[in-house]
C-alpha cells in the first residue's frame, strides 16, 4: 500500500469525523450542550466545557486535515519523480489523427434525372 493511500484513508477519516462534530454543534447555541440542560444561565453538568470542546476538536480536525492534504500532496510529488505537466513536455509524441474525406456517392448525378 502507498503512502498516499495511507493518506487518503487519514483524510477521509478526518473528514468523516470533521462532518459529524460539526453536525452536534448548533449555530444558535442549541447543539448538544442543550440537550444536556444547558438551555439556563446556570452551567450543570460541564455543559460548557462539552462547547469548548466541541469547538476544540473542530479547529484540531480541521488543521489535521489540512495538514494531511499537504502531507499526501508531498507524497504524490516524491513517488512520481517529477513535477512537470507532460502538457509542456516538448518530447512528447503528438498522434494526429487521419484526415478523412467525405465518401462520395457515384450513384447520384448531377444532371438531376
Do not use: C, R, Y
Not at 78 to 95: L, M, P, R, W, Y
Not at 97 to 104: F, I, K, Q, S, Y
Amino acid at each position: 500500500m502507498s503512502t498516499f493511500t495511507i493518506f487518503l484513508f487519514l483524510i477521509i477519516f478526518v473528514a468523516f469525523l470533521l462532518v459529524i462534530v460539526i453536525m452536534v454543534q448548533n449555530p444558535k447555541g442549541g447543539g448538544l450542550s442543550s440537550s444536556f440542560g444547558g438551555g439556563g444561565t446556570q452551567q450543570l453538568g460541564g455543559v460548557q466545557k462539552t462547547t469548548d470542546f466541541l469547538d476544540k476538536s473542530t479547529w484540531t480536525l480541521a488543521t489535521l486535515m489540512l495538514a494531511l492534504i499537504l502531507l499526501s500532496n508531498i507524497s504524490i510529488m516524491k513517488s512520481t519523480g517529477t513535477v512537470d505537466s507532460k502538457a509542456f513536455d516538448e518530447n512528447a509524441i503528438q498522434t494526429e489523427l487521419p484526415v478523412t474525406t467525405p465518401a462520395t456517392d457515384e450513384t447520384t448525378s448531377g444532371d438531376g434525372n
